[in-house]
């Protein structure tokens, strides 16, 4: 029998793949996994059609297509007063976490330390030690998962070479503060560090709040790869298109990893997201159709015995249920899946260390009668 030393050793499947197995072997409700239960608009599929049937059936651009590479340019300028050069600095990737993962593999060296902010999405860690890189987890805390700024001074050394940020956060639904990002201005001022945003929910902020995108301060854009997502935006999670951006010198080594890693991304996807962005105004539409989905989840939530966890953006909303049980957050999760049939994420899952402070995620980027039914189980608990 051949066997292979790990790259991974520990890691098993996802806590997404997990969930979701689970949430189908027990016929549950899912709202584990982030992911819509409603389709897009029908009229970007039939652009995609279109254009699968106008013959866009074979490669793309190393770097995507220029339609599409223009019009993120434009919304850049447009939200962000951002200049982002479609030639030298925007490429199309297949979602947002081989964008996260070509970001990584084209600046991380042995040795170097990568500072991350959790709970931390699932898919930063395990890729910077793949390439031999030192993960530096800043554990933040519930309910409000703040940042001091000092601390995060205290895990600066010699070989930092990275900070990650997610904002809005996933899973906690935080968001980043103009204040934040001042302190991060200061805090990289004459510095190389490089900075990976994963702004994948950048268009799903409430109450009237704004996405800080690390775009607008020249001081943060001249060292940061930011990261989005068009199956956030578009409903189309199982599509895996997105993009990166970032300036030319960092763009130019991205690409280098892109080409051998995907060499480009499907075209027809490409140029039907084009054509519909084109007319839509999805980016404006995201935040007040998901606050609805948030706030009726929320006042439902509220006839449980759940404690409901501040939730500013993304399409998470986490709770807490250690006023009643001291039970694991892995234990509950299942617990509620076997006994009750709903899945949730357990946050410990975030953590490096899986700390446990007993909240779980849901996803509420379901249809309102998923989400009704989902807690006509949960008050039983
Ligand atoms: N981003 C999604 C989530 O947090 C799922 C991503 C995945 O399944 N890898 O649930």
């Not at 929910?201 to 997502?229: C, M, N, T, W």
């Amino acid at each position: 029998m051949i066997t292979i030393p790990s790259k991974l050793p520990g890691t098993n499947n996802s806590i997404f793949s997990v969930m979701s197995r689970l949430a189908e072997q027990h016929q549950a409700i899912n709202l584990s996994q982030g992911f819509p239960d409603f389709d897009c608009d029908p009229q970007l599929i039939r652009y995609i059609t279109e254009a699968m049937k106008k013959g866009l059936n074979q490669y793309a651009p190393m770097a995507g297509l220029p339609a599409l590479r223009t019009l993120i340019a434009e919304k850049m300028n447009a939200f962000y007063a951002a200049n982002y050069h479609p030639d030298t600095e925007i490429t199309i990737t297949a979602g947002g976490t081989q964008a996260i993962f070509t970001a990584l593999t084209a600046c991380i060296s042995p040795g170097d330390e990568v500072i991350i902010f959790e709970p931390a999405y699932d898919a930063y860690a395990p890729t910077i030690k793949m390439l031999g890189g030192i993960v530096k987890p800043y554990e933040l805390s519930p309910p409000n998962y703040e940042i001091d700024w000092e601390m995060v001074k205290k895990l600066f050394s010699v070989n930092t070479k990275m900070i990650i940020l997610n904002s809005p956060q996933n899973p906690t639904g935080c968001i980043l503060s103009e204040k934040d990002i001042k302190a991060l201005v200061k805090l990289t001022k004459n510095t190389d560090i490089l900075i990976l945003s994963d702004e994948v929910y950048e268009h799903i902020v409430f109450d009237g709040r704004k996405h800080q995108s690390v775009a607008q301060y020249p001081e943060l854009r001249e060292r940061s790869f930011i990261v989005a997502s068009f199956g956030k935006l578009l409903h189309a999670t199982g599509w895996k298109v997105g993009y990166c951006l970032a300036p030319e010198l960092m763009m130019k080594e991205f690409r280098k990893v892109h080409q051998f890693n995907v060499f480009s991304v499907n075209t027809p996807m490409q140029a039907g997201i084009a054509k519909y962005l084109k007319q839509s105004d999805q980016y404006q539409l995201l935040s007040p159709f998901f606050q609805q989905k948030r706030d009726v989840f929320r006042s439902l939530l509220s006839e449980t015995r759940f404690k409901l966890l501040p939730c500013s953006g993304s399409y998470f909303q986490c709770v807490s249920y250690a006023h009643f049980s001291d039970e694991k957050d892995t234990d509950m999760a299942e617990h509620i899946i076997r006994s009750y049939g709903v899945a949730s994420i357990p946050v410990s899952a975030f953590y490096l260390r899986n700390t446990d402070h007993q909240i779980l995620r849901f996803c509420f980027a379901k249809k309102q009668e998923t989400l009704e039914k989902a807690v006509e189980r949960l008050v039983k608990l």
